[in-house]
């Protein structure tokens, strides 16, 4: 606990570097996101979003890896995307609706986070249009990577799915179990050996 003291105002300040990657904050608005903003750890396997429960947070990962899935008819868990440091985890839909949502949110491993409540997001929002401009922004961004997930899902083989994943995010493969992998990619787990084994031989 000593320790997540000790980088929680250095992970909330990177939480703010990232948010201006997107537009430009006044020192006012910064200074109200540094107050809004808090830290949080999960345990390996402990959900940030449960199934069918509510996204009440925005959670920017600071260390760790997490998983956002659902269970299909069969109640098989399919996975649709990982997070790791910078990303930001959240179940837009829930979030903006309160309604409960179709897909859950799980630390892999230990994970440490910067949580805005919605709560508190909403206030900012009254306070400053340059953070309700901003929340427009994520909220674009998001759309548009599901967009790319989709199609993606609908114009690419497994292979070059599995290629891409690597490209964006290399560590996945020793970080994640090779069965969320497959998951994710929609095949089993002996295709997904074939794929590895293929690639290796390039």
């Known amino acids: ?35 809004a903003l808090k830290v949080r750890q999960y345990a390996k396997r402990e959900h940030i979003v449960p199934l069918n429960g509510v996204s009440d947070v925005i959670s920017f990962i600071a260390k760790g890896c997490v998983r956002e899935y659902y269970h299909n008819n069969q109640t098989e868990e399919v996975v649709v995307w990982f997070g790791i440091e910078n990303d930001i985890a ?30 508190d997001l909403y206030q900012l929002y009254d306070q400053f249009h340059e953070i309700e401009r901003l929340g427009r922004i994520i909220a674009e961004h998001y759309l548009m990577n599901s967009d790319a997930y989709i199609k993606e899902l609908q114009t690419q083989n497994a292979a070059e799915r599995y290629h891409n994943l690597m490209t964006l995010k290399p560590q996945i493969l020793q970080r994640v179990p090779l069965s969320m992998i497959a998951s994710f990619l929609g095949i089993s787990g002996e295709t997904l050996s074939r794929i590895r084994a293929k690639r290796a031989n390039y």
Request: glycine share 2%; hydrophobic share 50%; net charge positive.
């Open 1 to 35: 606990m000593l320790k997540l003291r000790a980088f929680a105002m250095e992970w909330r300040r990177n939480f703010i570097t990232y948010l201006q990657g997107f537009i430009p904050l006044s020192s006012e608005a910064k200074m109200a996101l540094l107050d």
């Open 90 to 119: 959240v179940s837009l839909p829930s979030f903006i609706s309160q309604r409960p949502s179709h897909t859950a949110i799980q630390a892999i491993e230990l994970t440490n986070v910067v949580q805005l409540s919605r709560a």
